[in-house]
Every structure is written in structure tokens, then in C-alpha cells.
């Protein structure tokens, strides 16, 4: 498995947990922001910051049993899937913001709107993960 | 029309050439090991400059490497 392959499957691993966590249990639970918006910070922070920890301990781990891979710089094919991940996951990102931006604030209280701004961003970056290591499995024909 | 799809003979040049190895071949040619697997299986189409680097390391023509032929 390439070694970009293998932080692709890291980083939406660590993402679905540390995230699931967030707004599958813990957010809806607490409701996090509806009475003080400072909670979103503590609580989302919290995630990220663990999730973004868990990250750099598997990379490193993966880079230590890939050394001479890892260093080896990004190719075409690489870049190719790279961007096809990002030009999909900005599709997402973009359906996610038209929502928070021009629908929600005519409707919705502002901690929910912050929640799904950063849902938003999860399912994006999710969405370009899943799409580079579908394109890593399945192939490229760009 | 028929559906066709890009082909290629990299295995039996490799095979030829002293049996070279992905890795080898990839270091020529500025691409990962991976990058040649998947381009050997038909799960990577190159860019046009990559393949002229794969047909010079062999030293023979293009159509040689690559064929558009049906599926």
C-alpha cells in the first residue's frame, strides 16, 4: 500500500472516531454552544486537538516502517488523485456553507449553525479522503 | 463504437530488460514503485511525458509501450 495511501486511511479513521464522537454522541447529548457558544470551543477543540495528536503519532509510525517512501516526493499520480479528492470535497464544502451562510441564519439559533459549519468541514474533508482511497484502490484514469 | 482502453507491454519490457524492477523502472522515470504497479495493471493512465520517459528507458517507440486497443 502506497505510503500517502496509508495517511489517507489514518487521517479518515481518526477523523470518522474523533468526530464521530462529537456529533454523534457527545454533541447531540449536550448540545454544545446552546447555552454558552464557548462550549462549542472546549468541547470541538478538545476533538480536534485529539484527533489532530492521534495523527501525528500514526504518521510517524507510519513513516518510521516506510522510511525511505516517505520521503520520497508526491508523483503525478499522487497529485492527480490529490486534487480530485480536494475539486469533490470542495463541492461538499461548498453545499455546507451555502446552508450555514444563506439558509440557516434565517432560521436557526448560532450554536447550530457553528455545529454545522464544522460538519461541514468534517464531511468535506471526509468526502476528499474517501474519494482519494477509492481512487488509490479502483484506479485513475484522469 | 467499440469501448477501448489504454494497454501496455511494461511487464514483457521489464522482462527484457534484464528483469527490471518496478522500483527501478519508477526511479528512472520520477514516479513511485505504486505508481508503476498501478500504470502496468491499466489503474493508472500516465501523462503523455511520463510515458516517453518509460519508452525511452527502453529504448523503443511509444506505440511499442502503449496500445488503444478494445476492451
Known amino acids: 500500500m502506497a505510503f500517502r495511501e496509508k495517511m489517507a486511511w489514518l487521517t479518515l479513521v481518526t477523523m470518522l472516531v474523533a468526530y464521530g464522537v462529537y456529533f454523534g454522541i457527545v454533541g447531540p447529548a449536550v448540545r454544545f454552544g446552546e447555552g454558552r457558544m464557548l462550549d462549542i470551543i472546549w468541547s470541538f477543540g478538545l476533538v480536534a486537538t485529539a484527533h489532530a495528536i492521534a495523527v501525528i503519532i500514526g504518521a510517524i509510525a507510519i513513516a518510521v516502517t516506510a522510511t525511505k517512501e516517505a520521503q520520497a516526493k508526491a508523483d503525478e499520480r499522487d497529485r492527480a488523485i490529490a486534487r480530485r479528492g480536494a475539486t469533490i470535497g470542495y463541492y461538499v464544502l461548498i453545499v455546507g456553507m451555502i446552508l450555514v451562510g444563506v439558509v440557516m441564519p434565517f432560521s436557526d439559533p448560532p450554536w447550530k449553525i457553528v455545529n454545522t459549519a464544522l460538519l461541514a468541514i468534517v464531511l468535506a474533508e471526509t468526502v476528499n479522503n474517501v474519494v482519494v482511497l477509492l481512487s488509490y484502490r479502483r484506479g485513475w484514469h484522469g | ?71
Open chain 2, 1 to 71: 463504437m467499440a469501448e477501448r482502453r489504454l494497454t501496455n507491454m511494461i511487464r514483457t519490457l521489464r522482462f527484457h530488460a534484464g528483469e527490471m524492477t518496478q522500483a527501478e523502472l519508477g526511479e528512472k522515470i520520477g514516479v513511485t514503485r505504486q505508481t508503476v504497479a498501478a500504470i502496468e495493471q491499466g489503474k493508472y493512465s500516465p501523462t503523455l511525458e511520463t510515458a516517453f520517459r518509460i519508452a525511452d528507458v527502453f529504448g523503443v517507440g511509444l506505440d511499442e509501450v502503449f496500445s488503444w486497443a478494445e476492451a
